[in-house]
Structures are given as C-alpha cells and as structure tokens.
C-alpha cells in the first residue's frame, strides 16, 4: 500500500511532461523561425549603402529641414501626396531633353535599358527595402535624374529655358528645388545620374560643362556669398556617393589633407565670440580660402571664412551632419564645424559681432540666426574633432593676465582714431607735467639760499 504511487502526483507528473513536451516544440519553433529570419537577406547592409533615412533623434529638431516640400527625388518620398503635382514639371523636362534627340524614342529607350542593367546596383544604395518593383524604380530614377540634370543645365544656359518655365519663372519653385536637392532623403546614386548625363550630353556643342561643374555652380553661394573657383579635377579621383555627398566633398577637400591625430578625439570648449574677445582675442574675416571649415588661429586672431545664412542653411548643415552621422567611417568635418560654431555663438551679441567683423552674413533675425547655431550640433557624436588643437590654442591665448591686460587698454584707449590723438595728447601733457614739476624741484635745490656762507 505504501508503494503505491498517489493519484495526484501522477496527474501532475503526466500534466509536467505534457508541459515539456509543448515548450519543446515552441522552441523547435522559435528556433526555425529566427534560422529563417536571419537568412533573409534585406537584414545585412550593402556596402554600397549611402542613402539612409535620417535618424529620428536628429529629425526631431527641426523635421521641415529633412523633408522635401516640392520634388520626390528618388524612392523614399515619392508618391507623397503633396509631391505629386511637380511631378508633371519632371515629366515636361524629360520630354523637353528628348526632344533635342533626333530619335526621341530611341533616346528614351536607351535611357531606360542603361539605367535597368545596373538597378540592382542602385537599390543596394539605399538604407532600407525599396518598396517599388524594378519597373517602377527604374521609371522613378531615369524621371528624376533626367530633370535633375535638365535643371542643372537650364541654370547653366546650356539648354534654353522656355518663358513660362516654372522653375525658372517662378521664384518659389527654384527656392523649393534648392531645398529639396540637397536632402539626404531625396538623393539617387550619383552613377545613375553620370549615366544619363552621358547619354544624353550634346556632343556637337563645344564647351559643355562636367556633370561636377553643373551641380556645383548650379550651388554656387549656398556656403558662401564669395565666388570660389570650381575645379573639377579634384573630385575624379573620389567616389562620389550623391548630390548632397558632392557639396560635403567640396568644403573638406581642401582641408582633408591636414589628419587627425589621437589626441583628436576630445576637444576643449572655449566661451562664445564675445567673451573671448573681452579675453584679448580678435576676429577677422578670412580673405584667401577655398572651404568654409579653414578656420585658423593665429597670434591671437580667429581668422574664419564668412558664411552665408540664409533659409536653405539650416537644411544643408542638418542634412551633411545626418550624412557624417550615419554613414560608416565618415570623417565628422561638417560636425565638427558646427560644433565649433555652436560654441562660437550663444546668444544675438555674439552674432552681431561676427556679422560686423564680415563672417557671418546674416539674411536672417538675429535670434534665429542664434537658435540656428544653438540647436544645429544637438544630439550628434563626434569620434574625432577636427578643430581641438585650434581650441586649445585659444583657451591657452585667453589665460595669458598680459593678453587680456594689452586687449582692454587698447580696445578701450586706442579703438578710435580720435582716442589715439586723445592718449598720445594725454601722454605729451604727463610728460611736460612731469618735467615741469622735476625741473622745479632741481631748479629749488640748486638755487642757493640768501645769507648762506656760500652767498
């Protein structure tokens, strides 16, 4: 009787193995599930990726500056509803450019097997699964190109613009296609836009510029309101990724040459404009520059080239540092730059400065134009800081009890031209003072006294 087993333990021992046996299969399950998951292969990132959506952290901080307001270029954002209507003036311009063809059907047919055999190559740019067939996509990047490159020429007076051009005739499209171009959203592959440069470049008409050349003269004034020659050679030895890809190598090769050493990595914060100049630190607007990050310190001169702000400044910083910030192994110049300036500018004091030293020319509200500054380096990381050793410069400058003390005399004596006659009058009138007074007193002691022995 003692051996027999309880009834109760046997349920819970048959309900136990039941148990088992259904948490064996759920992970028999779970593990093909995941095996199958893993083998799909949109989970792994193409080398060639280069077009990514911008991270929600960035975005967040202004969403109007990374979404495109009048033209879809590409895949992520077209179709969007208030997109849709441009897409007419997509469709004139490549008729207008097919046109020029002798066999406008051939043309088109050319364009269109060039850019479907290296689809597969393009869609590997992009950072997330194209949601468009290869029909469509290829629709998408030879329209889109076509008007890309037809703009960049109607600009350059290559082709001639129709009167009722829209872009051209209508100052608020050419204002949103300027937005629109330089988003990283909004790009496609610069190879695909190469190709149909090509294909559709008139060989009988001398002179006509590179594909680089179009685009950058085409953004000409968008850093800067000084002309800066454009060389195209430069740039052939680089892999350039997009449009917006080109503009970043247009400010950093000049300067990438100078490397990044280990002790790059942290940086020293400085005080704003205003404060380091009370400091004895002067500011100048540099004259002979090539690139707005050629920023140089010396005997105690912030030498900075002058920037452009206007409405499309806030757009194309953001978009070149959501670039740095996503794609691998990216040199974080542009970040670098406007963590600089974020430091250089707190409030509107600091702005006015600036703007009347000739850097900064400010299309925009002071305020504005201190926000901008105050919010653009938010939320981003930098590995390495491209200006540390400058800022060390200046902090080591603003220590020095003797810099500070020549700073505030000769700002405060010497800053008008009428304060230097006021100081060197001043200094005349001391010095007679004080000659006539010794003088006196010499005078007095060598003046012998009446009924002395020596009289």
């Not at 950072?127 to 008007?147: M, N, T």
């Not at 490397?259 to 940086?267: D, H, P, Q, V």
């Not at 070149?320 to 996503?326: A, G, H, P, R, Y």
């Not at 010095?431 to 002691?445: A, E, M, N, R, S």
Request: hydrophobic share 35%; glycine share 4%.
């Amino acid at each position: 009787m003692d051996n027999q087993e309880n009834p109760t333990e046997i349920v819970n021992k048959n309900t136990a193995s039941e148990d088992d046996r259904h948490f064996a299969i759920s992970i028999k399950s779970l593990v093909s599930s995941l095996e199958h998951m893993m083998a799909d292969d949109n989970i792994s990132i193409s080398s060639n990726c280069c077009i990514f959506r911008n991270p929600v952290i960035l975005s967040c901080h202004n969403q109007k500056a990374f979404a495109p307001n009048g033209f879809s270029v590409g895949p992520f954002h077209h179709g969007e509803d208030h997109l849709k209507l441009n897409e007419k003036i997509k469709l004139r311009y490549l008729q207008g450019l097919l046109r020029r063809s002798p066999n406008p059907k051939e043309k088109l047919t050319e364009l269109l097997e060039e850019i479907t055999s290296v689809e597969g190559l393009a869609r590997e740019c992009y950072a997330e699964p194209i949601r468009f067939d290869k029909e469509q996509f290829v629709r998408i990047l030879v329209v889109d190109g076509c008007f890309i490159i037809e703009s960049f020429r109607k600009h350059s007076n290559e082709v001639s613009k129709e009167p009722d051009d829209p872009i051209f005739s209508m100052a608020c499209l050419m204002e949103l296609l300027n937005h629109d171009l330089v988003l990283l959203e909004n790009q496609i592959p610069w190879f695909v836009l190469e190709r149909l440069f090509v294909l559709t470049l008139n060989q009988e008409v001398p002179g006509n510029m590179d594909l680089i050349r179009l685009v950058l003269q085409f953004f000409q004034g968008l850093f800067s309101s000084d002309t800066i020659q454009i060389n195209s050679d430069q740039y052939r030895s680089h892999k350039i990724k997009h449009i917006l890809d080109l503009l970043r190598y247009s400010l950093i090769l000049p300067i990438r040459s100078e490397k990044y050493t280990e002790k790059n990595a942290g940086w020293e914060p400085f005080s704003c404009a205003a404060k380091i100049n009370e400091a004895g630190i002067e500011f100048s607007r540099k004259r002979d520059y090539s690139t707005i990050l050629d920023i140089k310190f010396y005997n105690g001169t912030l030498d900075i080239p002058p920037l452009a702000i206007h409405e499309t400044t806030e757009t194309i910083f953001r978009n070149l540092i959501s670039f740095e910030q996503c794609y691998p192994n990216c040199d974080p110049f542009i970040t670098s730059y406007a963590k600089f300036m974020d430091n250089l500018i707190y409030t509107t004091k600091d702005v006015d400065l600036l703007t009347e030293k000739g850097i900064l020319n400010n299309w925009l509200d002071p305020d504005d134009a201190t926000l901008y500054f105050n919010k653009l380096y938010n939320d981003t990381h930098v590995k390495k800081f491209y200006y540390d050793d400058l800022c060390k410069q200046v902090n080591e400058y603003c220590r020095s009890w003797w810099n500070k003390t020549r700073y505030f005399y000769m700002h405060n004596y010497f800053g008008t031209p009428w304060a230097i006659v006021s100081q060197i009058a001043a200094t005349f009138l001391l010095l007679f003072t004080f000659l006539q007074t010794y003088y006196t007193i010499v005078g007095g002691v060598q003046k012998p006294i009446r009924g002395s022995t020596y009289s």
